[in-house]
């Protein structure tokens, strides 16, 4: 990228030096730089299609002040099936959940921009209680998140996103396949009762979600039940049109027993 800019530099410098400029080089000069304009953008969107900013926050807890680093803009150039994105998103997913460094208290940000009563406090402590030991990793702190959202009683689908963010870190972990199944079918589980309770404001977002708790099953190996769920995607009246090609395509890899979870 970087030479393929410099070399239409100079493309556009040697045309420029000339004395005698024809209207039709100067046609070929304008859209020049407008490629070269394009070719500016895609490049500094490449370089820092990333961007995250440092924040202070005080833990609700115990009080501790610490830094966490919200993530302002990032670039996609690919989603995969159970719809990680990818592409130029830096810590996207890691600085989803940030975690108290002395209490381990973890949440969103929002999770640290509150106080709470003293009850509270001494309850989420417990919560806290068998973590006080652990070494803390990505997946440690969505697993402490969720307790804590499911202390709150916060929405299924709320806890089933902590679940499935925790799944994505195991992708290519092949030490931690079971692990990463069973925070595949805790996703799979809390996506059902979002389902149940209603939580989805607009109706195309039900085969959504009902393709997505397909496409979790086949990575688990459940295959019967992948299908299931994929055909209450398929057949939705309400499905985006994207879905259908997707949904049936992935149904294909279930009815072949293939739990590929890489794509
Ligand atoms: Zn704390």
Not at 66 to 82: E, H, R
Not at 112 to 125: A, P
Not at 195 to 207: R, V
Request: glycine share 4%; proline share 2%; with cysteine.
């Amino acid at each position: 990228m970087s030479n393929q800019k410099n070399f239409l530099y100079k493309q556009v410098g040697s045309n420029h030096n000339k004395t005698m400029i024809m209207k039709t080089t100067m046609n070929h000069l304008l859209i020049l730089r407008k490629l070269l304009l394009i070719i500016g953008i895609l490049y500094s969107t490449l370089l820092y299609g990333h961007t995250s900013y440092p924040k202070n926050v005080k833990c609700p807890i115990d009080g501790k002040e610490f830094t966490i680093y919200v993530t302002g803009s990032y670039t996609t150039f690919n989603t995969l099936k159970d719809f990680q994105k990818q592409g130029a998103i830096g810590d996207l997913y890691e600085s989803y959940v940030n975690s108290c460094p002395k209490c381990h208290y973890s949440g969103y940000q929002s999770d640290f921009d509150t106080t709470f009563s003293e009850t509270t406090k001494q309850d989420v402590l417990k919560i806290l209680e068998p973590f006080d030991k652990s070494k803390m990793t990505d997946v440690i702190e969505n697993e402490i998140a969720i307790k804590i959202h499911q202390y709150f009683k916060r929405d299924n689908d709320d806890i089933a996103n902590l679940y499935l963010v925790a799944s994505y870190f195991l992708r290519g972990d092949s030490l931690q396949i079971t692990k990463r199944k069973e925070l595949q079918l805790n996703c799979a589980t809390y996506l059902t009762k979002a389902i149940d309770a209603k939580e989805y404001k607009k109706a195309e977002t039900y085969a959504t979600i009902n393709y997505l708790i397909g496409e979790l099953y086949r990575r688990i190996g459940e295959f019967e039940t992948a299908i299931k769920y994929y055909d209450f995607a398929i057949n939705d009246q309400n499905k985006k049109e994207w879905l259908l090609k997707v949904a049936t395509k992935q149904k294909e890899l279930a009815i072949k027993k293939d739990d590929d979870n890489s794509i």
